[in-house]
């Protein structure tokens, strides 16, 4: 069986100490090592700095310096590559600090050292810088797709809104100008005009606020559910015919206050939106299930056939056509976006014409603060 080739560098000031390790490698079965040595530290650095080995196995005395040293100094010049500290019997304070700095893995040396113990604490190390390694790729991955997102925000909300802007007042001022001159149809292409241009502008709104839930961080509080209940109702403006019943005392969350609220308020808006008659009912509430706080918002309104039922929490899906509710269909969305984040779920139960009822989870851990 061919075994992979492994390059090993050993800073250790005892000969010996490299003679026994090359002894040991000699004999390992999963890799055929390349042992090269340097008995010092400042060789030590020169070495690593040329990226040329696959691991690094460095003793922690080494003279004035220490291995713990070499090992910053390392991590300082940017080594990515496993090292492996080699300490003495009940250095454990030396151990952890060696984790703690960046090793890979520390060992033992003495007479409880052998090959198998040096071979596998070798391969546990490149496999562990392995995983660090693709975790800071990954990492790097996501703070580039963040920043890509923040700057096709921006341009979002800047560049296209801009021309909208511009449209609607070409629009204003035709309406102004040329109105008297205008026939029936000219007024109503005019107001279609205006009308997609508020559509297109709600969209680019629903989107951006979409890119914020997640990305930024809100700083968490103690928040009174049922204090922020009553502030999301009025700013609601509930129509005249539609009754809210709150039959439950809301609980006080440990959340973002500002997510919250958008969680109520886009759910009762729905409601109201979706009322479909001047007069209704919604009912809204909470119970304690299974270590999570269960809410349920329920109207008599139009109701949503079960073949829905996810298709409505899809960003920019609505049931209606475009023209007969204004609606962008990031609501629902960007709720059960929060609701997740805090690691809850969301679901609708309803009967097409009878009404629906939304119901959502918060882990109780989020109020024990």
Not at 6 to 23: A, Q
Not at 313 to 319: A, E, G, R, S, V
Not at 348 to 365: C, D, H, M, N, Q
Request: proline share 2%; net charge negative.
């Amino acid at each position: 069986m061919v075994r992979a080739k492994c390059k090993v560098l050993l800073v250790d000031d005892d000969e010996d100490d490299y003679v026994v390790t090359r002894d040991f490698l000699s004999e390992a079965t999963q890799f055929d090592f390349q042992l090269d040595w340097v008995d010092n530290f400042q060789l030590g650095l020169q070495e690593i700095s040329k990226n040329q080995h696959d691991v690094y196995l460095l003793d922690y005395r080494l003279g004035k310096e220490n291995g713990l040293e070499l090992l910053q100094e390392a991590i300082k010049i940017g080594c990515n590559k496993p090292i492996v500290l080699l300490t003495g019997l009940g250095d454990h304070e030396i151990d952890q600090q060696a984790m703690k700095s960046g090793a890979s893995d520390y060992l033992e040396k003495g007479h409880m050292l052998s090959t198998i113990l040096l071979e596998r604490a070798i391969l546990h190390a490149i496999d562990r810088k392995q995983f660090e390694n693709r975790q800071l790729e990954l990492m790097s991955e996501l703070a580039t797709a963040n920043q890509e997102l923040k700057d096709f925000a921006y341009i979002v909300s800047h560049d296209l809104k801009a021309p909208l802007r511009g449209i609607a007042s070409i629009a204003t001022w035709l309406e102004q100008d040329y109105g008297d001159r205008l026939d029936s149809e000219g007024h109503e292409m005019l107001q279609l005009l205006g009308g997609r241009v508020r559509r297109m502008s709600d969209l680019i709104d629903g989107i951006l606020q979409y890119s914020r839930v997640g990305r930024v961080q809100e700083e968490k509080s103690v928040v009174n559910l049922q204090d922020l209940l009553m502030e999301v109702i009025d700013m609601i403006a509930l129509p005249v015919g539609i009754e809210i019943a709150i039959e439950t005392e809301l609980p006080m969350v440990f959340a973002g206050k500002t997510q919250m609220q958008q969680v109520f308020q886009n759910l009762l808006s729905n409601a109201v939106k979706y009322m479909g008659k001047p007069e209704g009912k919604i009912r809204l509430g909470h119970t304690e299930r299974q270590g999570c706080w269960e809410f349920y918002i329920s109207d008599t309104g139009l109701g949503i056939e079960s073949r829905h039922f996810d298709k409505i929490f899809q960003i920019f899906q609505t049931l209606t056509t475009r023209d007969s509710a204004e609606s962008t269909g990031v609501g629902l969305a960007i709720v059960k976006k929060i609701i997740e984040i805090y690691g809850g779920k969301i679901w609708v139960a309803s009967e097409y014409g009878k009404g629906s009822t939304f119901f959502f989870t918060i882990p109780r851990l989020l109020d024990t603060y």
